[in-house]
């Protein structure tokens, strides 16, 4: 088959030790029920719980190359997007290894990197029934959302120096899919923006997340400088977890579903001056 990045992947056999070095691959392969075929984690990655005592390899873009050989794998995931992720691949398969990329930045990209996952382990069933489940997830939330008004979303990636998620990102998708319209139009996954072009924005919804990329995160009803926002005024202004929304995989229709709940909230009564 051939990954995203172009590269023919061909293996001798359904792949039986894999290396992930993104944790939605892990989340993919713990979904056909193949937890048991992983043999080894990154450091940020412990889920599933099966797999939290497995050795560690180092990081997603900084793997360590002899830790990774000591796995023997036959097969090593890794996620498209950042130029360092895509070196250590590269490094990993002149070494001889079998790697394959995807990248993941919509629900049609994850949909696409099950199958040809399902492929690699010789279990296209197994994928099909995980697609399944994740597609009738998506289905239930369109119908639930279906006829209401589509709110404009602010999706906060870091304080600070503002940084907020654009189109072609995986959180673009989520607002998408849970009934939203992403406020921020720029054609880049994620976008600098000022505190002045977020206040002309002044979306309905905001979501400030929480995590290694922003882990002082405050709600914006918090900081005095946002309190003209309609999500602030409204009490539509929340904090959410980086590793749900911020992380493709799987774990994106939990964010859809858990996005879908806040959206489908009656809006509190703006106080009068």
Known sequence: MSDDE???????????????????????????????RIVARTEADDKPAAIASLPVIGTHMRPNLERVLAEKP?????????????????RLAALGLP???????????????VERIGLLTGAPEAAKSLDTSLRQRLEAVAASA????????????????????????????????AGGKNAVTV?????????????????????TQRGPMNPEARPMAERPEYASLPCVKNGRAFVVEEAVFSRPGPGSVDAVEELARLLAAKPAPEARP
Do not use: H, W
């Open 74 to 90: 036959d097969l090593v995931l890794q996620m498209a997007g950042r130029g360092e992720a895509l070196e250590a691949a590269d």
């Open 99 to 113: 790697v394959a990329v995807f990248a993941i930045n919509d629900f049609a990209g994850l949909f696409a990197a």
């Open 187 to 207: 054609d880049k996954r994620i976008a600098r923006l000022s505190d002045e072009e977020l206040l002309r924005l002044a979306p309905e919804v905001c979501l």
């Open 146 to 177: 279906a006829g209401r008004p589509q709110p404009t979303v602010f999706f906060e990636v870091r304080s600070g120096s503002l940084l907020a998620a654009g189109k072609g990102s995986m959180v673009d998708a989520v607002i998408t899919a």
């Open 6 to 36: 172009g590269r023919q992947v061909t293996l001798p056999a359904p792949a039986k030790r894999i290396v992930a070095l993104y944790g939605a691959f892990n989340e993919i392969l713990a979904g056909m029920g193949l937890t048991d």
